[in-house]
């Protein structure tokens, strides 16, 4: 994504800002993925229900019967308790503007997040959620803790969130310090662009990317 700033701002900011901005990419990206999965399926089932059969559901004394709307991975309530088809039209494009809002294809347009935007989306998508279900979402639904701010990270997604306070920033294989300003790595003019990498504490240099992409090493040989 492209962050834009005068080359006197402090490191410091730069990188907070940058951490910022990709855990917003981040939480979008799971917002969208969970409305999504809500128009086809409802609302996630409790924790210790997820990932069982109608079978093994009866078993635990639910009383199912084998239901043919149901979530094929068991992981939510089921198409009988998804949205209408209006408002899950609804949703969907509320999804799909927020989603269009942290686009990588941004890059190639040289425009940059704009995180009040992108936080206006996610708003928009809370109000079709709030449409659709008046009485909210059950606590343990992954898109209600996304508005709540009580996500529990697991797997990749704690191991892509950064922290802004210790996340550092590579340039040209090397470390960006925050106790200087951008202009020490950008030079005196504003009009430069440079591409960086974000990486966790402690992690080791990102590897370099090739000189050429992809597509020209396949004509090459």
Same mark, same amino acid.
């Given at each position: 994504f492209y962050y834009e700033a005068p080359n006197t701002t402090s490191m410091d900011k730069v990188i907070r800002d940058l951490a910022l901005i990709h855990n917003l990419r981040m939480q979008v990206k799971r917002l969208?993925?969970?409305?999504?999965?809500?128009? !086809?399926?409802?609302?996630?089932r409790p924790e210790e229900k997820r990932g069982l059969s109608d079978e093994e559901l009866n078993v635990s004394g639910? #009383?199912?019967k084998k239901d043919s709307d149901a979530d094929p991975l068991g992981l939510r309530a089921g198409k009988k308790h998804a949205p209408s088809a209006q408002?899950?039209?609804?949703l969907e494009r509320c999804a799909s503007d927020a989603e269009a809002s942290i686009s990588a294809n941004l890059v190639a347009m040289r425009k940059c997040i704009d995180v009040k935007h992108v936080q206006e989306c996610m708003q928009n998508?809370? #109000?079709a959620v709030m449409m659709a279900y008046p009485m909210n979402l059950p606590p343990y639904d992954p898109i209600r803790q996304i508005f709540e701010d009580s996500e529990e990270l697991q797997g990749e997604d704690q191991k892509n969130h950064l922290d802004p306070e210790t996340a550092t920033l590579w340039f040209a294989g090397k470390q960006l310090e925050r106790d200087y300003?951008?202009?020490?790595?950008? #030079?005196?003019?504003? !009009?430069?662009?440079?591409?960086?990498?974000?990486?966790? !504490? #402690?992690?080791?240099?990102?590897?370099?990317?090739p000189t050429v992409d992809a597509e020209t090493q396949k004509k090459l040989y």
């Open positions: 969208v993925g969970g409305v999504r999965e809500l128009i !086809k399926y409802g609302p996630m639910d #009383g199912l408002l899950g039209t609804t998508v809370r #109000g300003d951008l202009q020490k790595y950008s #030079g005196r003019t504003d !009009k430069v662009t440079i591409k960086c990498k974000l990486q966790t !504490k #402690g992690a080791s240099a990102p590897s370099r990317e």
